[in-house]
T-cell receptor, first 113, second 114 residues
Framework: KQEVTQIPAALSVPEGENLVLNCSFTDSAIYNLQWFRQDPGKGLTSLLLIQSSQREQTSGRLNASLDKSSGRSTLYIAASQPGDSATYLC????????????FGKGTTLSVSS | KAGVTQTPRYLIKTRGQQVTLSCSPI?????VSWYQQTPGQGLQFLFEYFSETQRNKGNFPGRFSGRQFSNSRSEMNVSTLELGDSALYLC?????????????FGDGTRLSIL
């Protein structure tokens, strides 16, 4: 059964710092991996989706990488801003679960000014 | 383009009651999935509907059910509510529900059971 883990559970950084969020998964037979952002009391906003055949995706200050063989993904945030404060979730779609997303429990990021 | 709309945003119910939550997907999207989010368990998949048919189901008791209408709108019903059903219920839609299509989420319905 696929399990997704995100470490650390919480992270605090000063504004301007570059940071990396980690996501690991136990079964490498995935279709894709998706990173989401969740603000308090809100739904999920899709940030990046990496297909299983891809190594990375970029959007603005965000870069996500995927190493399927080792079961790892990272989300790199450059020049962090207070507006980046949120919970970041990664989710995989794998062969066993079909169309369901399997989520990690997230990393709560706080960026101070 | 309007996003995924969930109604109501907040609900308070008592144990034993039943509740119906509604989700309107993005226009043109035919797949609707439901998730439950709690502090302890995180986000867990409930079920997915595509063209009015349940295509996938998570590991939840039969008290949780859903349906999808011909206009792709979906409803989720929970019967005989328990305290543990208190959660944020999120709906997500995608165009065809294929494995490599991104899912777009609504803001959820916060259900509180007293």
């Amino acid at each position: 059964k696929q399990e997704v883990t995100q470490i650390p559970a919480a992270l605090s950084v000063p504004e301007g710092e570059n940071l990396v969020l980690n996501c690991s998964f136990t079964d490498s037979a995935i279709y894709n991996l998706q990173w989401f952002r969740q603000d308090p009391g809100k739904g999920l906003t899709s940030l990046l989706l990496i297909q299983s055949s891809q190594r990375e995706q970029t959007s603005g200050r965000l870069n996500a990488s995927l190493d399927k063989s080792s079961g790892r993904s990272t989300l790199y945030i450059a020049a962090s801003q207070p507006g980046d404060s949120a919970t970041y979730l990664c989710a995989v779609k794998d062969n066993q679960a079909g169309t369901a997303l399997i989520f990690g429990k997230g990393t709560t990021l706080s960026v101070s000014s | 383009k309007a996003g995924v709309t969930q109604t109501p945003r907040y609900l308070i119910k008592t144990r034993g009651q039943q509740v119906t939550l509604s989700c309107s997907p993005i226009s043109g999207h035919r797949s609707v999935s439901w998730y439950q989010q709690t502090p302890g368990q995180g986000l867990q998949f409930l079920f997915e509907y595509f063209s009015e048919t349940q295509r996938n189901k998570g590991n939840f008791p039969g008290r949780f059910s859903g349906r999808q209408f011909s206009n792709s709108r979906s409803e989720m019903n929970v019967s005989t509510l328990e305290l543990g059903d208190s959660a944020l219920y999120l709906c997500a839609s995608s165009r065809l529900g294929g494995h490599n299509q991104p899912q777009h989420f609504g803001d959820g319905t916060r259900l509180s059971i007293l």
